[in-house]
């Protein structure tokens, strides 16, 4: 069984993936994100079985009754947009207890108590041959510390992109939307665009291998895509993949999106608001992606580039500008450590490598 951490890029459709492989008996995975910090480490360290799995209720109940996943919106899943999933606790201990029973699959027991976790969450089709073992990492923070955690551990990494353009625009506005902006702080901001120019760079200083999902040739290409990813992974394409749910229930997308949802969408374009960069902007972007609109084939609105800036970006402009007008004090007085620290990463400390990782089932002749 191979195992698989997925990271996303921002607003680059990392969950609607996984809810492509929802329902396929070959795939191992969880309906989110797993939070790989020092508490999950003391949780994965119970000696008691049955303790081990309450705790795991506890911290993760939204896997469990799904009626609270607002933010995900596995509350308002199926057609009619009114149904959710409710898993047995009580059968979900008791098989956790037996699966541990039997032979230790890892050598790590705290990975191996993660694996049963999985397999006890999905023992209705434990008997199926899983293939391909799916832990949705999410964010770069928490594969580093997985990283460090199984240190001996085999793994491959599935980082999900989208154009820059579009991953700025997309967070800017949706984010600013959501909570009148409360989450789109000046340091989130910062791990936003870290994560879109030098994302790709972070992971491959694990020394993994790394494959790119591109969200906009996954809608386009999808049976391109998903045909060229289940033969990497020895994955029957099944039906399933055509539909994008969380336990078998249609799916319509994370709140985040102000919007519904609905699959695949082979118009799907890479659009994006202007409204949201300067000319300057744009320059220095193109500097920063260079080898990415290259390798990955997305589209330039300029053939020019700005080397340095030392200027703000009309994002930061934004999303200070909301900061200071709903008042949030601890927020306003970051504005300056993480404009100072854009400036100084950006420009002189965080490198992109010549050699970026294969984007699955993109074809020579497509640009987005």
């Not at 608001?273 to 300029?302: A, C, M, P, R, T």
């Not at 700005?306 to 999303?319: A, D, G, N, Q, R």
Request: net charge positive; aromatic share 16%; glycine share 4%.
């Amino acid at each position: 069984m191979k195992i698989i951490v997925l990271v996303a890029g921002a607003r680059a459709g990392l969950e609607f993936f996984q809810s492509l492989l929802d329902g396929h008996k070959e795939v191992l995975q969880l309906p989110g994100t797993i939070h790989f910090n020092k508490s999950l480490i003391k949780l994965l360290s119970i000696k008691s079985k049955k303790k081990l799995a309450k705790e795991f209720i506890k911290k993760y109940p939204l896997f469990f009754d799904s009626r609270k996943s607002y933010v995900e919106r596995h509350n308002m899943l199926g057609n009619n947009k009114n149904s959710f999933f409710i898993i047995d606790k009580q059968k979900f201990i008791k098989n956790f207890i037996n699966l541990n029973r039997g032979k230790q699959k890892y050598k790590d027991k705290l990975f191996n108590n993660l694996y049963l976790i999985y397999k006890a969450y999905n023992f209705k089709t434990i008997k199926c041959n899983k293939k391909v073992f799916i832990i949705n990492a999410h964010t770069f923070e928490y594969v580093k510390n997985f990283n460090n955690y199984f240190k001996n551990l085999k793994y491959e990494i599935i980082h999900t992109i989208r154009h820059p353009y579009s991953a700025i625009s997309s967070t800017v506005k949706n984010w600013l939307r959501y909570k009148n902006g409360a989450v789109l702080t000046p340091n989130q901001l910062y791990y936003n665009l870290e994560n879109i120019f030098f994302g790709i760079s972070n992971l491959q200083k694990l020394k993994k291998k790394i494959y790119i999902i591109q969200l906009e040739n996954l809608h386009i290409n999808f049976n391109v895509v998903m045909n060229k990813f289940c033969k990497m992974y020895n994955l029957k394409f099944s039906k399933v993949l055509r539909k994008s749910t969380f336990h078998n229930l249609k799916w319509w997308g994370d709140k985040i999106s102000g919007k519904n949802l609905n699959g695949i969408n082979n118009k799907f374009k890479a659009s994006y608001d202007l409204n949201y960069f300067s000319s300057k902007d744009i320059l220095y972007y193109q500097k920063l992606y260079k080898n990415g609109f290259e390798k990955y084939h997305y589209k330039k609105l300029s053939g020019k580039i700005l080397h340095y800036c030392f200027s703000p970006f009309k994002c930061e402009y934004i999303v200070w500008k909301n900061t200071i007008i709903n008042f949030r004090i601890k927020h306003i007085i970051s504005i300056p450590i993480f404009f100072l620290k854009r400036i100084i990463y950006f420009n002189f400390i965080l490198k992109n490598k010549s050699k970026l990782p294969p984007s699955i089932g993109l074809a020579k002749n497509e640009s987005f």
